[in-house]
């Protein structure tokens, strides 16, 4: 079977899922996370452990799936799909997804004004990728290092994104209440978006059969396919920006510690809440191509093509310059957080999405619950994060450090090196200059 033709479809939507994703699973609920703290909650600006943070870079990626196992051993050969596939566990399904995010972090700062008010600035690179619906056993045959005999594959409300963009964040957070029992903070995240490039696709019902002889493609449907203005372009992602805007709220709940080793910055529990990445990105411009699938096709008589070249040369579609928002993946943020003592933490994390495929075209988070203990210091913390993800099937183990100005650490890596199984693998890094605030025990006396 010349897999060159048939591989169109995936190239519609992986040619361009080169980049890892991310997020910082576990750390984001230290109490000295700083800036990093904002991606869970913006009211952790608001932190009297620190009187400011000078950030200097931090980068998480994550990838998930519920299609391929992936075991860290592994990882090396992910670039050769056709070797990492042989070496993995495969579950093929006919609506498998692939989900994944990079997040770079960029220089910033975080001051607190006084006790009640608190300002960061922030810059961010993020690329995020979903795809959703795909036929599996499609997907492994057009990849696949053997040749594959006849097959027929029925693909329903296939959707596909990737997204790349940058953010610059203005958030301000103040003290609404305070009393010696409990207080409540809020905070609001003003964010100006640049787009550089993103790509869609989409088709309701899209149908594949392939006869080895006489190496015959029949396909039946509509696909919708269509990409930013300077997408495939070789210049600079952001040589040609479109431009949006963004916004994060969020609220956090704190009742203080009143035993007598409570310090003034001290807890016994809190809980957040948070909606965050509201708003979208406006493509002026966006090719927009509607194709009509049903079509029959003989392999062997077409040349080697690029795929917008294969689309407008064997089907009939239409073109046209539209104006475009692309989404950013909302969410909403829960946690809780209960201090066993001074240095030792129990915290629970949801992670829900408020974007679905109906929506599209949007980027969009996993579900996710993460249950993390930890051990606090003020200028170490060790933490251990194991959570559910959506799509995994499983549970992910994986532990984090800060030391410092250092923080480093996986959400997954202790499943990815003991299991050849986990349907997710991520990891992060960040250097920042904290200035921290030295603690004062609440029942001392001058």
Known sequence: ??????????????????????????????????????????????????????????????????????????????????????????????????????????????LNLDSKNSLALTTRFRTFFNLNNVGGEFFQTIVGEDESGSFEVVMQDLSGIAHTWAEIGLTYGRVLVENEAYSLRGAAT?????????????????????????????????????????FDSEDDIFSDLESGFGADLGFIFQIKD??????????????????????????????????????????????????????????????????????????????????????????????ISLKSNEEFPVSQVINSFVLTPRMETGWFSLYSPISYRQYDGSVSWGVGVRLGPVILGSGSILTNLISKNSRSTDAYFGVQIPIYKKGVKANSTL
């Open 1 to 110: 079977m010349n897999k060159y033709h048939l591989s169109f479809l995936a190239l519609m939507f992986f040619g361009r899922l080169d980049a890892i994703s991310q997020t910082i699973i576990g750390a984001q609920i230290d109490n000295r996370a700083g800036i990093k703290g904002l991606s869970l909650n913006p009211a952790n600006v608001i932190n009297p452990r620190l009187k400011s943070e000078i950030h200097l870079f931090s980068v998480s990626a994550y990838v998930g799936n519920d299609y391929i196992g992936l075991s860290l051993g592994d990882l090396d050969q992910v670039t050769n799909f056709q070797k990492f596939q042989e070496n993995s566990n495969l579950n093929p399904k006919p609506d498998n997804n692939f989900v994944g995010n990079l997040d770079l972090f960029g220089p910033g700062f975080q």
């Open 258 to 351: 009143q035993s007598k080793k409570a310090y003034t910055d001290g807890y016994k529990f809190k809980v957040g809440v948070s909606i965050l990445d509201l708003g979208s990105i406006r493509y002026q411009n966006f090719n927009d191509w509607d194709y009509d699938m049903n079509q029959t096709l003989l392999l062997d008589e077409i040349p080697e093509q690029d795929l917008i070249e294969f689309l407008e040369e064997n089907y009939s579609g239409s073109q046209q310059r539209a104006t475009v928002n692309l989404g950013m993946p909302t969410s909403l943020q829960l946690f809780a957080d209960y201090a066993l003592s001074n240095r030792f933490y129990l915290s629970a994390q949801g992670s």
């Open 190 to 230: 003003i964010k100006y978006l640049a787009g550089g490039r993103g790509a869609v696709g989409y088709s309701r019902v899209l149908g594949a059969v392939y006869l080895e002889t006489p190496n015959s493609l029949t396909t039946r449907g509509n696909l919708n396919f269509g990409y930013s203005e300077n």
